[in-house]
């Protein structure tokens, strides 16, 4: 499972990259498809260290998360930021800087919600910030995969 989680990713890196270029030519027709994408390239990628190097399980997530929620529970975490947190904790015990890049994921997932969630206009430049924002984070999660 963990290959077609790498490959997910690859696809996801592709599409972001060619729909950036169609949407400056489309005036903005695929903006919040971009950084869905851009996110989800990096998702993937995330989830592949969480449980092929980190050697952890889905099940350990959902503990993770539960554990989350009692000791902050006037906090609003999913599955998704509690991920972001592992694998960057896991980073941040090999290398600061590598953290440092990687934690322009959180700016990068506020650009994928805005996208697919709320109701406003969401810009060529919106996508072109999740573009750079992927440009940063990716890396890292490929070198660390």
Known sequence: MCNNLKDKSAKYEVTAAFLQNKSNALKNDYCPVIAHSAYYSCYQLMFFIFKK?????????????????KTYPHQKAGRH?????????????????????????????????????????????????????????????????
């Open 53 to 69: 190097k980190m050697k952890k399980t889905d099940t350990d997530l959902e503990i993770e998360l539960q554990n989350f929620k």
């Open 81 to 145: 930021i509690i991920l972001a947190n592992l694998v960057g904790d896991y980073i941040n015990k090999i290398d600061t800087n590598d953290y440092n890049d990687f934690s322009k994921i959180t700016l990068l997932r506020k650009l994928r919600v805005k996208a697919d969630y709320f109701d406003e206009p969401f810009t060529y430049q919106d996508s072109s910030n999740a573009i750079m924002y992927e440009s940063l984070v990716l890396p890292i999660l490929k070198k660390y995969s």
